[in-house]
């Protein structure tokens, strides 16, 4: 999957589009993946993924892996972008649901599923009780390429793995089950990064509907929500600065037209509706929790601000 250093892809979302880790919406995943090794190399990491510099390696976009490699330092990144501020962004991200799968495995949760898991590696790096299946859901090829490379590397998987490749644009529960996942134990989701806009309105819900119908009592659920093309003029005129900064950097990255405009579903009314239990939280709060610095300045009012974070309980 490796890129040419110059290389530049132009990015817009259709009904069926589809992508690899170095296009639309899969090179978010690769950057996130960047943000995740530059904050392991951290002198007090509160994270650690030690997995997250050769993936994003793998991947081969210049950028990303001069960043994973420490060979270019996040603070010399242009300052439209705000990298240093992402990579705490993300570690306080993956902290929040590292601490969210601890604290489900010590409840007796076995059963585990990461829906669009992109390069994430928790099957891989996280300490998993002995009995726990741990299932992935992301398009074939993305599946392929982390499960290929990690092989590569040698990597054992700390838990059963199992991964699904199918778009979450088709029948994945089906897949799911296939794989062999057992709706009569409880399980712990995760759907970290995927419903802040990534998917039109309509299949949030149908996601969020399927998650309900599969889980059984004692299931939980996390992730974020909100929108990350709101459609504001000021949403819109950071979402131009941030695009320029990525292009000075020679990587054509417009996140927000990635994202589907407007509005999108308020996950944690949705499953309280449902009768769900729900806790919500702010990137302010999750940055405290990691012991990270707090938002200042115009980072009060980025987009990334106003997503929410849930963690849910089905009574």
Do not use: C
Request: charged share 25%; glycine share 8%; proline share 5%.
């Amino acid at each position: 999957m490796s890129r040419d250093p110059a290389y530049r892809e132009a990015m817009t979302r259709s009904e069926k589009d589809t992508w690899d880790l170095a296009s639309s919406v899969g090179a978010t995943a690769t950057m996130v993946a960047a943000a995740r090794a530059v904050a392991t190399r951290r002198p007090h990491p509160v994270i650690t993924d030690e997995f997250a510099e050769p993936l994003v390696r793998a991947v081969g976009l210049d950028l990303f892996t001069r960043l994973a490699a420490g060979e270019l330092d996040a603070d010399d990144v242009e300052k439209g972008v705000r990298f240093p501020r992402m990579v705490d962004t993300f570690a306080a991200r993956a902290r929040y649901y590292d601490d969210y799968f601890a604290e489900a495995s010590s409840a007796g949760i076995r059963q585990v599923v990461i829906v669009a898991s992109g390069l994430d590696a928790r099957a891989y790096r996280l300490a998993w009780p002995a009995g726990t299946t741990v299932y992935e859901i992301d398009q074939p090829e993305v599946i392929e390429f982390k499960t290929t490379t990690l092989s590569r590397l040698g990597a054992v998987p700390a838990a059963e793995h199992r991964a699904v490749g199918i778009d979450l644009r088709d029948d994945w529960p089906a897949a799911l089950r296939a794989a062999g996942f057992d709706t009569t134990q409880p399980t712990a989701w995760l759907a970290e990064g995927v419903l802040i806009g990534f998917l039109p309105p309509e299949a949030e819900v149908r996601l969020l509907d399927n998650v309900i119908t599969l889980s059984s009592p004692g299931s939980r659920f996390s992730g974020d929500y909100g929108s990350l093309n709101p459609g504001s003029p000021e949403s819109q005129e950071q979402a131009r600065i941030a695009t320029e900064g990525w292009r000075r950097q020679g990587l054509e990255l417009d996140i927000s037209a990635l994202a589907y405009p407007g509005d999108h579903t308020d996950v944690a009314a949705h499953l309280r509706a449902h009768g769900w239990e729900t806790s919500t939280s702010r990137l302010g709060e999750l940055l405290a929790s990691a012991g990270l610095p707090q938002l200042e300045g115009g980072d009060q009012d980025s987009q990334a601000a106003t997503i929410s974070f849930v963690r849910a309980v089905r009574a």
